[in-house]
């Protein structure tokens, strides 16, 4: 049995996935399986074509189109190694990667560990890793708690996640009724459940940044991190002394990601949305800059669109 299952779901990925894989390929670490999953992809003929020649070094696993999570888990139910690392399929790991992660596992005695990562792609190298630019600081270390995670103070990055696979079928898996934002919602349950979930401040990969990336926009990503907000809500059956501490984080981080939201909106020219979106945030959290935002929004939105489509462009030089 191999110590590591490597899975990667694959969709509108063909142009990358070579390269991807012979970053898997080329590790100093062998006792691995990879696991591609064609999740209904519409350039299945070319990423066939692609795998080709390495077919026999991989397992490929074919499915209806149902999302990232559903993929991941069939990737989950397939492997049969202790440790698992998840890959998106444009990524790219650096040789030491799993020899480094694997080490940190053993030698931390944690369930997850999460690597920073060097950003590449159509604007080029970043200056900064992964998590200096989500977090516009250095780099975390330690542990994460879930009460971090909720409120963005520590992040995961899925192609930089080696984790040991029983947690996560104690768990219950990606979360399949959530189209999107599973691997959030995945550590969040890690985390409560009392799953050491650590970070290894090392650059171990490369983050592929593009237009087609599985965070798609900066839209789309937002919304996805706000459905799960609404399943804590919901569905993660808070004790009181939880809900006291956990609600007024959720309703912080709800403010800010609805006015972003609206910035995002304002700058794609849909303006009746990103009044929505400001008049959310102002509800969740009431301050000067929401009050601001959506009377500029209603009164002088074209300005407004000129002055974020500028930053965002500033943004992914």
């Known amino acids: 049995m191999p110590l590591i299952s490597v899975i990667i779901p ?11 894989l012979a970053s898997v390929f080329a590790q100093t670490f062998t006792d691995y399986e990879v696991i591609v999953i064609n999740d209904g992809s ?23 189109n149902l ?20 890959l998106d399929g444009d990524d790219l790991w650096l040789p ?26 159509e604007t080029g190298d970043s200056a900064q890793t992964y998590m200096e630019w989500l977090m516009n600081a250095a780099p975390p270390v330690g542990q994460a708690s879930f009460l971090e995670l909720i409120s963005a103070e520590r992040c995961l990055i899925t192609s ?20 999107s934002a599973q691997d959030f919602d995945l550590w969040l349950r890690m985390a409560r459940s009392g799953a050491r979930l650590m970070f290894h401040r090392q650059p171990l990969l490369r983050y592929r940044v593009h237009e087609h990336g599985l965070t798609g926009t900066t839209a789309n990503s937002i919304t996805r991190e706000l459905r799960v907000f609404d399943k804590i809500e919901k569905e993660y059956d808070l004790a009181p002394d939880e809900t006291a501490e956990v609600l007024p984080v959720i309703r912080g981080r709800r403010a800010m990601l609805q006015f972003e939201l609206g910035k995002a909106l304002i ?51």
């Not at 990925?13 to 390269?19: D, F, H, K, L």
């Not at 480094?100 to 005695?109: D, G, L, P």
């Not at 996640?161 to 189209?179: C, H, K, N, T, W």
């Open 267 to 317: 700058a794609n020219g849909d303006f009746a949305a990103a009044q929505t979106a400001f008049a959310d945030a102002g509800r969740e959290q009431r301050t000067w800059k929401t009050q601001v935002a959506l009377w500029l929004s209603k009164v002088a939105p074209s300005a407004m669109q000129n002055v974020y489509a500028r930053r965002l462009a500033m943004e992914k030089r």
């Open 10 to 20: 694959a969709y509108n990925v063909a142009p990358y996935i070579g390269e991807t």
């Open 67 to 86: 999302g990232a999570g559903p993929a991941r888990n069939a990737g989950l139910r397939a492997a049969r190694g202790e440790l698992i690392a998840f």
């Open 42 to 64: 519409p350039d299945t003929a070319e990423l066939e074509r692609a795998l080709e020649n390495v077919r026999a070094r991989i397992r490929y696993l074919s499915q209806q």
């Open 96 to 121: 030491n990667y799993l020899e480094e992660q694997s080490k940190f596992i053993r030698r931390h005695e944690c369930d997850l560990v999460c690597a920073d990562a060097v950003m590449f792609g």
């Open 160 to 179: 930089g996640v080696v984790a040991r696979r029983q947690p996560i079928l104690e768990i219950g898996l990606f979360d399949e009724s959530l189209r």
